[in-house]
């Protein structure tokens, strides 16, 4: 099962994880300091939170689907290809405590998007190079993982 991926900068991961383990009714499936995520199944999301990093906005950084799969990320990738949007790939990068291959691209109207498959944690909150690779082709700054 593929899941939506929400991810939001909060100014304090502490008081955000209450509010929104309450929310859920759920704690989080990882948590930091300076991150939570909850793998939610009703609804399927992936709602991470994490603190903000340098002039970044608060609220929604990027949006998301994480594929169950290196073949279903393959998939949505090809779509995104073929919608004929600058996408950068990468291959075992370590983003928000996670090791991960990843497509990004923005819409139309400047939103990141990112499609993903995990296979494995880290122990590290790590950075998404591709990401801001993306930002540079396009000019943009938008979201921070």
């Given at each position: 099962?593929?899941?939506?991926?929400?991810?939001?900068?909060?100014?304090?991961?502490?008081?955000?994880?209450?509010?929104?383990?309450n929310?859920?009714?759920?704690s989080?499936?990882?948590?930091?300091?300076?991150?939570?995520?909850?793998?939610?199944?009703?609804?399927?999301?992936?709602?991470?939170?994490?603190?903000?990093?340098?002039?970044?906005?608060?609220?929604?950084?990027?949006?998301?689907?994480?594929?169950?799969?290196?073949?279903?990320?393959?998939?949505?990738?090809?779509?995104?290809?073929?919608?004929?949007?600058?996408?950068?790939?990468?291959?075992?990068?370590?983003?928000?405590?996670?090791?991960?291959d990843?497509?990004?691209?923005?819409?139309?109207?400047?939103?990141?998007?990112?499609?993903?498959?995990?296979?494995?944690?880290?122990t590290?909150?790590?950075?998404?190079?591709?990401?801001?690779?993306?930002?540079?082709?396009l000019?943009?700054?938008?979201?921070?993982?």
């Amino acid at each position: 099962m593929n899941r939506f991926h929400v991810n939001i900068t909060v100014t304090d991961v502490k008081k955000s994880v209450e509010f929104y383990s309450n929310l859920f009714g759920q704690s989080p499936s990882v948590s930091k300091a300076d991150y939570a995520k909850w793998m939610l199944d009703d609804p399927a999301v992936n709602f991470a939170i994490g603190t903000a990093c340098g002039d970044i906005n608060l609220g929604i950084s990027h949006l998301g689907i994480q594929a169950d799969s290196a073949t279903g990320l393959q998939r949505i990738a090809d779509r995104l290809k073929a919608a004929n949007q600058t996408t950068v790939d990468q291959q075992a990068t370590t983003c928000c405590y996670a090791v991960s291959d990843k497509t990004w691209v923005q819409d139309p109207n400047g939103v990141n998007w990112e499609t993903f498959y995990t296979h494995d944690t880290a122990t590290e909150y790590g950075e998404d190079e591709a990401r801001l690779e993306l930002e540079a082709v396009l000019n943009t700054k938008r979201s921070c993982c």
